[in-house]
């Protein structure tokens, strides 16, 4: 079993910036891959940015050049650095593993980020 526990979010305006923190527990190896989600009201999750434990990285085209995910590997953390947030971009965040390494049972409860004058 898996936890995962999303925090951050919050409320900024058009242009801002926030960073956001994942810490996952409960497995004894770290997973290869982690990723951040996002779901939006009215539409489907969708992955925003994915990390493997190298260090190499992946970004959904509407994020890419604003958004920055990393990760300690020694203390379970994923962080998403987001600058330059739009509208668009108001959605609940979560963190979980990506590809073959998604815990499809093991969503947390996300974190609100809120972009809005």
């Known amino acids: 079993q898996v936890q995962f526990v999303e925090s951050g979010g919050g409320l900024v305006q058009p242009g801002g910036s926030l960073r956001l923190s994942c810490a996952a527990s409960?497995?004894?190896?770290?997973?290869?891959?982690m990723a951040w989600y996002r779901q939006a009201p009215g539409k489907q999750r969708e992955l925003v940015a994915s990390?493997?434990?190298?260090?190499?990285?992946n970004y959904a085209d509407s994020v890419k050049g604003r958004f920055t995910i990393s990760r300690d590997n020694a203390k379970n953390m994923v962080y998403l650095q987001m600058n330059s947030l739009k509208p668009e971009d108001t959605a609940v965040y979560y963190c979980?593993?990506?590809?073959?390494?998604?815990?499809?049972?093991?969503w947390g409860q996300g974190t609100q980020v809120t972009v809005s004058s």
């Open positions: 990390v493997t434990s190298g260090g190499s990285t």
């Open positions: 979980n593993g990506a590809g073959k390494y998604l815990w499809r049972n093991y």
């Open positions: 409960g497995t004894i190896f770290t997973i290869p891959t």
